[in-house]
């Protein structure tokens, strides 16, 4: 049951994005979030040379969120990109630095690691030829424009954890999240 509500959550996270459209929270950097609401969804807008994960990270504790979706689109430069290789059971890590990436899609989540948030999301670029290219973002630097949509999640916090031998940090099940502070 408590499954249902964590997939109900994430379903509604699309609904109450487009019900508070019109009274739309708005932070145009992370010094603003201090005045979001952490209960509706905002749109973060991060001006070039912002650095990510870093001001998503900022923007969210002062907002005071601990559990979160996000969407963005934008451009980015100097881009970490990440591949899990299944096979090694560990990341490959490649600098995309070549120019000025359009942000095609950029989404993930935020939870709670060690008690701090967390943000996990994957991304698709496109280079000036309309290559694309994706993976897990690990860090960036806005380049042009930065803009997002955080909805918040109201339930309880949604956490990560480890597993022995398994270097991926994974969202545990809202059913082991609620009972702990970790």
Sequence with gaps: MKTCRFIITFIAMAISISS???????????????????????????????????TIIDCVNKAKIQSAWIQAIGALKNVDLAYYNANREDFDHKLFNTEIY????????????????FLHAHLILSDSNYNTLGGHHQRSEVGVTFEAMIAPVDAHPVRYQIKPNNPLWLIRSPENSANDNR
């Design 20 to 54: 508070y459209a019109n009274e739309q929270q708005l932070a145009m950097g992370s010094a603003e979030c201090a005045s979001i609401s952490s209960d509706k969804p905002f749109t973060l807008v991060l001006k070039k040379g912002s650095i990510l994960p870093d």
């Design 102 to 117: 359009e942000l095609v899609s950029f989404t993930g989540n935020i939870a709670l690691r060690d008690s701090k948030p």
